[in-house]
């Protein structure tokens, strides 16, 4: 089975900082995403990677960048941390788009203050 | 993105088939039509995906109408740990899962 790893299951940082959420997948896909969930919200598709090097923003990328080094592993950065960035955050990665399906991380809850 | 319509909720008994439809009429030819779950305090989980015909996987069944305007998912004994919030996502070419509100089933005793 994929395994997608998100590398906090919680974390707590202080307005203005800079986070940087890590995710990694072990069965080589090409496909990786993130995502936040809020209550009444639902999960919002933030940046996604079809390649090393490469992202594409998706529904909401304002105050989040991206960085995709190597292929099994990508990150999430928020350049400086504000308190309504406080939400669970989901990594995701596929082998074939809508050929295939997709595996999720199981998240990781940042609060911040 | 196509869009979708679920139930916000349905209720089920323990141990009896579950049906959870989905309208997605403007699907385009070539999406794929997906079905997630996400179980209380974890991440979504893949449970089925089809084109047009009907699909089975140990999970679930996925029922595809002929004009694929609709689809239901079918879990054929539900159990407890069926309780979820289901997501019906039709997928392009781009690849991207969009969410809508999804399905929260509740399963009784």
């Known amino acids: 089975d994929v395994k997608v790893t998100q590398s906090s299951r919680y974390l707590v940082k202080r307005t203005g900082e800079k986070v940087f959420l890590e995710c990694v997948q072990d069965?080589?896909?090409?496909?990786m995403f993130w995502y936040r969930q809020d209550p009444g919200l639902g999960l919002r598709l933030i940046y996604f990677?079809?390649?090393?090097?490469?992202?594409e923003k998706g529904d909401i990328p304002e105050g989040y960048s991206v960085s995709r080094e190597k292929k099994e592993r990508f990150s999430l950065i928020l350049e400086s941390a504000s308190t309504n960035q406080t939400s669970m955050y989901l990594c995701?990665?596929?082998?074939?788009?809508?050929?295939?399906?997709?595996?999720f991380g199981s998240g990781t809850r940042l609060t911040v203050v | 993105d196509a869009k979708t319509t679920q139930p916000n909720s349905m209720e089920s008994n323990e141990e009896e088939p579950v049906h959870l439809p989905c309208n997605h009429s403007?699907?385009?030819?070539?999406?794929?039509i997906h079905w997630y779950r996400q179980l209380p305090s974890q991440g979504p989980e893949y449970v089925i995906h089809?084109?047009?015909s009907n699909v089975n996987n140990r999970m679930a069944s996925l029922a595809i109408a002929e004009d694929r305007k609709s689809s239901t998912l079918i879990l054929h004994r539900a159990t407890l740990r069926d309780a979820a919030v289901y997501y019906c996502?039709?997928?392009?070419?781009?690849?991207?899962?969009?969410f809508g509100q999804g399905t929260t089933l509740q399963v009784k005793p």
């Open positions: 995701a990665s596929n082998l074939q788009g809508a050929l295939g399906g997709y595996t």
């Open positions: 996502i039709p997928v392009g070419n781009t690849g991207k899962l969009i």
């Open positions: 069965m080589d896909h090409e496909n």
């Open positions: 990677s079809y390649d090393v090097k490469m992202k």
């Open positions: 089809g084109l047009t």
């Open positions: 403007t699907i385009s030819g070539t999406d794929y």
